[in-house]
């Protein structure tokens, strides 16, 4: 039987603490937890309050705050790009950062920034947008759940109605 590490993904949580809870709540069994940005301090408030390993990058509401803008984490053989979407304009096209994920050897791209959900497979590559866990468009809590094993990487868009 394949293992599998269960991870989080958050984005634009904009200091929203009850819906980081919320979410922390219903996903209390994750090894990590990756954050995308707009409110990075909130991967601080969430290391502080769960026993996951924090992985985050900074979004463009994060000027003046310590961190990379881009990042990539390699588990169980599988790349996994992180960013927010800003630097590759993801509100107006998903190909920027599609081709730089392909450049890079990712599995997954995960970004934020639109704060609505999106989760697309092409080409060996999973693009992933959890959504806004602390703004969304439609007031609801927006976030993403993976597994990631040897095999590849299984994402899965999740939303708390509020």
Request: glycine share 10%; aromatic share 8%; hydrophobic share 40%.
């Amino acid at each position: 039987m394949e293992q599998y590490i269960h991870a989080l993904v958050l984005s634009d949580t904009h200091g929203n603490k009850g819906a980081i809870d919320a979410v922390l709540g219903q996903n209390r069994d994750v090894e990590y937890i990756f954050h995308l940005g707009d409110h990075i301090r909130d991967a601080r408030y969430i290391d502080q309050n769960t026993r996951a390993r924090v992985v985050c990058v900074k979004g463009n509401c994060d000027v003046g705050d310590a961190g990379n803008t881009e990042d990539t984490i390699v588990l169980m053989g599988q790349k996994i790009l992180l960013a927010h979407g800003h630097l590759y304009k993801v509100k107006y096209s998903y190909d920027r950062l599609f081709y730089h994920a392909r450049e890079c050897a990712a599995a997954a791209a995960l970004f934020g920034h639109t704060h609505r959900q999106y989760c697309e497979y092409e080409d060996g590559l999973w693009m992933v947008n959890p959504g806004s866990a602390g703004a969304s468009h439609d007031g609801n809590i927006c976030y993403a759940t993976m597994l990631i094993g040897k095999m590849g990487v299984v994402p899965k868009l999740k939303t708390l109605k509020v």
